[in-house]
């Protein structure tokens, strides 16, 4: 079984400040990675996945994260966060042996920016 | 491409009543998968289908179901209403794939209230 923990359940920053939102997750199986996005009122989107290679990944909208198997960690980054970034944050997880797809999320970490 | 279409978007049942949500996955999809989405609980995955077979399931009691038709449509099902179902639930979908690692793509969701 899998486990993610999203360390801070609401993040506050100001317009252009840097913000890293932190996932550790826990797992018996080598997992795959990923972070959504959930916008207000709405569903989720992706924003960036980790399978396998660079530990540092890119995503969309700027943002990047990068995998620490050694702490098991995947925390996601921006450097200058922009007004349309307060959404909701989602870490999740998924089983890379088993068949299917199936994803274990962490509890979100609500980004507010703030002018 | 469209999305994943939900409907409905809104819906208010009454205790004790029955509900059928419905999703149209991205045109080539084969996996349809169901989020149950609530402030206390979070983001927890109810059961995936492919190919009209359940392929993984969540921990919900026997009141969720859900089927796959032969287009990749699905319906999930949840009868006996209690308040505790009254929630956001999330369908996604994704190409077929042995391993998970494929991009998970969701709806908006339908918001079941249960009065």
């Known amino acids: 079984a899998q486990s993610v923990t999203q360390l801070d359940s609401q993040v506050p920053v100001f317009e252009e400040a840097p913000v890293e939102l932190r996932c550790n997750y826990s797992s018996s199986v080598s997992v795959y990675l990923f972070w959504y996005v959930q916008y207000p009122n709405q569903g989720l989107q992706l924003l960036l996945k980790?399978?396998?290679?660079?530990?540092l990944v890119k995503g969309i909208n700027g943002f990047e994260a990068e995998f620490n198997k050694s702490q098991t960690s995947f925390h996601l980054r921006k450097p200058s966060v922009h007004i349309s970034d307060t959404a909701e944050y989602f870490c999740a997880v998924s089983d890379s042996i088993a068949a299917g797809n199936k994803l274990t999320f962490g509890g979100g970490t609500r980004v507010l920016v703030k002018p | 491409k469209a999305g994943v279409t939900q409907t409905p978007r809104y819906l208010i049942k009454t205790r004790g009543q029955q509900v059928t949500l419905s999703c149209s996955p991205i045109?080539?999809?084969?996996?349809v998968s169901w989020y149950q989405q609530t402030p206390g609980q979070g983001l927890q995955f109810l059961f995936e289908y492919f190919s009209e077979t359940q392929r993984n399931k969540g921990n919900f009691p026997g009141r969720f179901s859900g089927r796959q038709f032969s287009n990749s449509r699905s319906e999930m099902n949840v009868s006996t209403l209690e308040l505790g179902d009254s929630a956001l639930y999330l369908c996604?979908?994704?190409?077929?794939?042995?391993?998970?690692?494929?991009?998970?793509?969701f709806g908006e969701g339908s918001w079941l209230t249960v009065v």
């Open positions: 045109s080539g999809h084969r996996s």
């Open positions: 980790y399978l396998s290679g660079s530990t």
């Open positions: 996604a979908s994704s190409l077929e794939g042995q391993h998970s690692g494929n991009t998970i793509y």
